[in-house]
């Protein structure tokens, strides 16, 4: 059944206000109130799971500034796009964790951007841990929100993420269902691997605004099911019995008319979005405001739109204004 309220997850940490994956941003998500966090997972070369957003991190770290690793940067190609830059499987644990984070969008988050070069990249069970502590710290349940990142791209380059986090999970004691845990990604087949591997947590698929997931695009080419086409009625009659939601970008539900969520839920599935941010870089058109970027717009009137639809859960950089909008 749908909650009242929907969950309200720290997208990477209070992304916001910190460097995201900081350790200072998970923490004070948690101290903020929010209902989970959400970090993403990529790999090094010798197997430990990283929590960036993505496995290219010259944006987000301070890789560009250590000469040692200069002959470290070079072009691939990440589900299909060239990228170029620095990338975790080219390094060892101990070789990342060497660097120190830095925030993503100084331009719009320049507060955030005064935190950078201070704290180093975390492990996957770095947060599992400080989401532990954190939630005997504050007396209430907290949730993980484990979303993996290119896993296709990873096993053709010999890495199954699936194994390193079944791994992870249960060595940290977050395997068997006592600890709320969902498992997110743009890819099913992994989902579907997780699932097989006894892993218990909520699956769910998240959902694109456009294009097909990579997995299905290398598996059937261009017969592979569009992510419009996987939240209509018949794409989510596939997906009954495989995952326990979808998380939407945001977009599709603040196009008028759908009836996604509503579709959603005759099917049993929950529906999640992303993300919900107050600066008018990342409203709708309709309801930025006066300043520039970095400004915060009509955010309320956006998130009441997405409030209506009766989602479950939502993302956010911003943990205070999550919590007191959608629990107010």
């Known amino acids: 059944m749908p909650r009242n309220a929907p969950l309200v997850i720290g997208h990477r940490g209070a992304s916001g206000y910190r460097p995201e994956h900081s350790r200072s941003?998970?923490?004070l998500a948690l101290a903020m109130g929010v209902d989970a966090v959400e970090p993403d997972v990529v790999a090094t070369s010798d197997g430990i799971l990283v929590v960036r957003h993505e496995n290219e991190i010259s944006g987000t770290t301070d890789v560009a500034d250590h000469p040692e690793f200069a002959d470290r940067k070079t072009t691939k190609r990440v589900d299909g796009q060239p990228l170029t830059g620095w990338f975790t499987e080219d390094f060892t644990w101990d070789e990342l964790a060497t660097l120190r984070v830095r925030e993503r969008l100084p331009e719009v988050r320049a507060?955030?951007?005064?935190f950078d070069r201070a704290q180093p990249i975390?492990?996957?069970t770095d947060v599992?841990?400080?989401v532990r502590d954190g939630a005997a710290e504050h007396g209430r349940e907290i949730g993980v929100v484990l979303e993996i990142k290119h896993a296709t791209y990873f096993d053709s380059i010999g890495i199954d993420l699936a194994g390193l986090i079944a791994r992870d999970l249960r060595a940290a004691g977050w395997a068997d269902g006592e600890l709320p845990l969902i498992i997110e990604s743009f890819e099913s087949t992994i989902l579907a691997k997780l699932r097989t591997a006894g892993i218990a947590a909520?699956?769910?698929y998240l959902i694109e605004a456009k294009g097909?997931?990579?997995d299905l695009l290398v598996a059937h080419g261009k017969q592979a099911l569009t992510y419009p086409a996987t939240v209509e009625p018949a794409g989510l009659d596939g997906l009954v019995g495989l995952v326990d939601g979808i998380s939407v970008n945001?977009?599709?539900l603040l196009s008028v008319p759908n009836s996604i969520v509503a579709d959603a839920h005759q099917r049993g599935l929950q529906v999640f979005t992303w993300t919900c941010r107050p600066e008018n870089a990342f409203l709708s058109p309709e309801y930025r405001g006066a300043g520039g970027r970095e400004a915060y717009g009509d955010y309320e009137g956006e998130w009441r739109a997405i409030a209506r639809t009766g989602v479950d859960g939502v993302f956010v950089d911003h943990p205070d204004?999550?919590?007191g909008f959608f629990r107010g």
């Open 25 to 27: 941003a998970y923490e």
């Open 128 to 130: 599992l841990d400080i």
């Open 111 to 114: 507060s955030s951007a005064s």
């Open 212 to 214: 097909r997931p990579y």
């Open 122 to 124: 975390l492990r996957l």
């Open 202 to 204: 909520s699956y769910v």
């Open 250 to 252: 945001k977009r599709m």
């Open 321 to 323: 204004l999550g919590v």
